[in-house]
């Protein structure tokens, strides 16, 4: 097992302890650095979010057990965090809480669809396509469609998901 197992098994054991693991869930874990500082990132969520408190405690705890197990023997920086809105989702279930929100959905063939994200199924999502977008395939000077579309995305046709921030919702 690698670095990254380790860490992504330990911080899963974590929340099982602290019984976190029903609302918390691991989004990734990157190793980073050289031979002389290694940079370790886990980015946890939760189904209704995760507070500074809880990256705190998780944080202390992977510290403390890195330690303990003398798993890094060079200095190490741990970083503990939520993924932000920055960051593209990466898990079905960072989609699930996310309904209802405008996201930004980047396709595998390079176009992109912007819109509320409806529904979330096994094997798409469903987007609620904003009236103002134009219809693929449509001339630059084409009207706007009045009505929203929903639309059926497959999974393995999105590229990337992020969520947009609105201030008028």
Not at 12 to 26: K, M, R, S, T
Not at 100 to 116: I, N
Not at 143 to 155: F, H, L
């Amino acid at each position: 097992m690698d670095l990254k197992e380790i860490i992504e098994e330990w911080v899963n054991g974590i929340l099982v302890a602290d019984q976190l693991d029903n609302e918390l869930f691991v989004v990734e874990v990157t190793v980073t650095g050289n031979k002389a500082l290694t940079k370790i990132t886990v980015l946890l969520d939760g189904d209704h979010g995760i507070d500074i408190d809880r990256c705190a405690r998780v944080s202390r705890q992977l510290g403390n057990r890195i330690d303990e197990q003398n798993l890094i023997e060079t200095p190490y920086v741990l970083e503990v965090s939520s993924p932000g809105l920055d960051l593209p989702l990466k898990l079905k279930r960072q989609y699930s809480k996310n309904i209802g929100r405008k996201v930004r959905v980047l396709l595998t063939d390079g176009s992109t669809k912007t819109g509320r994200l409806e529904a979330v199924e096994v094997d798409h999502i469903l987007l609620v396509e904003d009236s103002k977008s134009k219809p693929k395939g449509a001339a630059k000077n084409a009207p706007k469609t009045d009505s929203p579309a929903v639309v059926p995305i497959a999974w393995n046709n999105i590229s990337k998901t992020n969520v947009l921030v609105s201030f008028n919702d």
